[in-house]
């Protein structure tokens, strides 16, 4: 059927130029295919975007959304484009509003023992930037490197030291956030404490772009522990002995910095990646930092290792060696992404779970035939199966499917969630009713209603 439209794509682009004229707007194909495009999107979201927007101010995402609200353009916010769940993908006909550029540290106090940063700063180099002043940023997430502290707020970042230091939301004082309508609210501040009126900070947390604009963030900033950081490696005969391992030294009270887990596959893919030698000592392999414990501490570990039947344990002091043990666990995906189609998921169980969860996932990868290489924040609970299948295929196959919905199913079923630190997106945003149950969902869709009316921020993203 024809449609008769009101307004020319060149009516809202100039209209959009006027709006933000000092910053700049790209309507050029290469640029726009880099940004739209994601090969898991369905062919109704498909397409170009018609503009990203290169915000460098508060000003340039208020005139945007002011664009958007006027012609009804959907509005997916971006930083540095690292979601692995179709989470900031572009949208056919909409506009994409890069964060990327407002990347300042604007303060750091050692005094208050906090940040002031913009939304497109990188998790490391805030963290460098604070170990210059003998402070640091806890939170650790694989892409700590290259992802941007409004991305890691917007989806709750987690990470290797959750175990300890806690997620994103755990780490943020206050926001400032533009809403769809345009307005900027401040949400929080640079106390501590703080238990006036309802809790909207945490609300924003992880909210993925679908409730606001995040363009300021207060962020906790902690002491560089004292004493020497002591890491090490032990491997287990399977996953699920490494679970109980970790369970032991979870409860011990030595408040482990990192318990990272990798599967022996994980760990061939890894020897192959990184050419080392680690998959001969076992099946599966512990990563365990302590960031301050002492003599004392490691005693502990060494002997609830011992007890767990762990061999080949290696512990060091040397920061090179402690490097390149994070650099193994951080190259985890480049190397089982290697050469095959994969799917990376991220559930997460109570502690007492785990050992049942890697279990269910051992026995399931058998009885369907899928190769699953499971890694993961075992010191938390959140495990990372990722689920590969030929290069050559041109969908996914239905055992891959299958594993991916019993695995959801079970986790539930255990008492935890199927998004411990990725976020949802636009690959889970139909799971809401299984997790959180009917009246939960439908109030979930009266906020976003309430923050955006309009229905123009990161639509489908989130809750569907």
Known sequence: MTTFKAFSDADILTDLKAQVPATQIFTDTATLTKYSFSKNLTDEDS???????????????????????????PVVPQSQTTSTVIGSDGIAGGLILSTAKMNHILE???????????????????????????????????SKPISGIGGNVMTNAGGMSTVKYGATKD????????????????????????????????????????????TEVIVKLLPIPLGTPVMGVAFFDNMTALAKAVAAIRISGVYPTMLEALDGQTVAALDRYE??????????????????????????????????????????????????????????????FAGQNHIMEDMAVPLSQLAPLMDYIQDLAQRLNVKIYTAGHAGDGNVHPTLVWPKEAKTVPENI???LQEMFHKT??????????????????????????????????QIKGL????GILNPKRKIN
């Not at 913009?118 to 604070?130: H, K, S, T, Y």
């Not at 030698?277 to 290792?305: E, P, T």
């Open 47 to 73: 397409g170009l975007a018609l503009a990203y927007v290169e915000a460098h101010s508060t000003a340039d995402i208020q005139g945007t959304l002011k664009v958007a609200c006027k012609y009804h353009l």
């Open 108 to 142: 750091i106090s050692k005094a208050d023992s906090l940040a002031v940063v913009e939304p497109g700063v990188i998790n490391g180099d805030l963290d460098q930037a604070a170990r210059k002043q003998g402070m640091f940023y806890a939170p650790d997430p694989g």
């Open 171 to 214: 780490n943020v004082l206050g926001l400032k956030v533009v809403l769809a309508d345009g307005r900027e609210i401040k949400l929080g501040g640079r106390t501590l404490k703080q238990a006036f009126g309802y809790d909207l900070t945490q609300l924003m947390i992880g909210s993925e772009g679908t409730l606001g604009i995040v």
């Open 275 to 336: 050419k080392t030698q680690y998959a001969a000592d076992s099946a599966a392999m512990l990563i365990f930092k302590l960031d301050n414990g002492g003599d004392a501490s490691m005693q502990v570990v060494q002997k609830l290792l011992a007890e767990q039947q762990a061999s080949n344990v290696t512990i060091t002091t040397k920061p090179a060696e402690q490097a390149q043990l994070e650099k193994l666990r951080r190259d985890m995906l480049p190397a089982v």
């Open 401 to 403: 499917i299958v594993a």
């Open 412 to 445: 539930l079923a255990l008492g935890g969630t199927i998004s411990g630190e990725h976020a949802v997106g636009m690959l889970k945003n139909q799971w809401n009713n299984a997790e959180l149950g009917e009246d939960v969902d439908e109030l979930q869709h």
């Open 451 to 454: 923050f955006d009316p309009m």
